[in-house]
């Protein structure tokens, strides 16, 4: 098994066992696949799916600002698309992360904004990680726990060159929380600062030394979707980030991509070196939801 595949087994599972995911869960099941089929192909996931997880959301929140047992619905949608990403992503070298303890060390450090003796992350929902194409990465015989994992930090802190990461920040008030990954782009793109004591990493690993980092922005705006337009400031706000900005509903060239487009924007590395086109990889890979990768719950 794939290192990306054991964390995306202990992300997944960790996620759907929080009570609040669990009580929207049957919910959110009957109307997904509603949507993308028992099973689903990777047409029906990828955009099917991709363009109706605000339709799936809401169907426990309204609007989304109200549901029970989660710490508001951010953290909601928030546990949706992780889930929804990790799915479309099976079988690649790349796994969406929610707890930064299931983060390897090195892309922590390299993530970490150092303010005088302070150091904080950015307030990302999910990292996105692609490891390198490696047999040690590919077929990991570990567990990722203890020794293991100290090891396989050690082993990654000197492959950072071939890592690719994306911070993938996730709101359901796209007005009040455009700034927030637009400044938080500006911070990461930096090269330098002019205020003492301020740096992005830790020694030796920082952005500079990943193959690729980008900011991404996935909303799902609590107003109506027709309200946003391309002169509009949340919109204007968003717009450059260096990992696209999306939506949970089909695309609106100008506003928002669907979903669906954030795996063209920044997953290239681990879709397109599969010896075969990915959906077709996704199709298989699929087949396997009631056995390899039954703890998604499909």
């Not at 953290?75 to 992360?97: D, H, K, P, Q, S």
């Amino acid at each position: 098994m794939s290192i990306s595949e054991v964390v995306r087994r202990r992300t997944i599972t960790h996620l759907l066992e929080v009570e609040g995911v669990q009580a929207c869960w049957p919910v959110w099941q009957q109307a997904y696949r509603t949507i993308a089929g028992t099973p689903p192909t990777a047409t029906s996931l990828i955009t099917g799916l991709g363009e109706n997880l605000g339709n799936v959301f809401r169907t426990t929140g309204g609007q989304g600002r109200s549901q029970s047992g989660l710490s508001g619905g951010g953290a909601a949608w928030e546990a949706l698309i992780c889930w929804y990403m990790n799915l479309c992503l099976i079988g690649t070298r790349a796994v969406v992360v929610k707890k930064k303890s299931h983060l390897p060390a090195p892309v922590r450090d390299a993530l970490t904004l150092s303010y005088g003796a302070s150091q904080t992350n950015t307030e990302s929902d999910l990292i996105a990680l692609t490891f390198p194409a490696d047999s040690y990465f590919d077929a990991y015989d570990g567990t990722y726990t203890g020794a293991q994992k100290v090891e396989l930090d050690a082993v990654l802190g000197t492959r950072m060159a071939e890592v690719e990461a994306c911070i993938v920040q996730c709101k359901t008030n796209w007005n009040d929380n455009a700034q927030i990954p637009m400044l938080w782009d500006l911070v990461y793109a930096s090269r330098g600062f002019g205020i003492p004591n301020v740096s992005i990493g830790r020694s030796p690993h920082s952005i500079q030394t990943l193959k690729r980092f980008a900011y991404a922005f996935v909303t799902l705006p609590s107003n109506a979707t027709s309200r946003y337009a391309i002169t509009s400031m949340p919109v204007l706000r968003v717009r450059n980030l260096s990992g696209g900005n999306y939506w949970g509903f089909g695309r609106k060239n100008g506003v928002a991509g669907a979903l669906t487009d954030i795996f063209a924007k920044n997953f290239v590395t681990s879709t397109q070196s599969l010896g075969r086109p990915w959906q077709n990889f996704l199709d298989d890979q699929l087949l396997r939801l009631d056995s390899e990768y039954s703890y998604f719950n499909y």
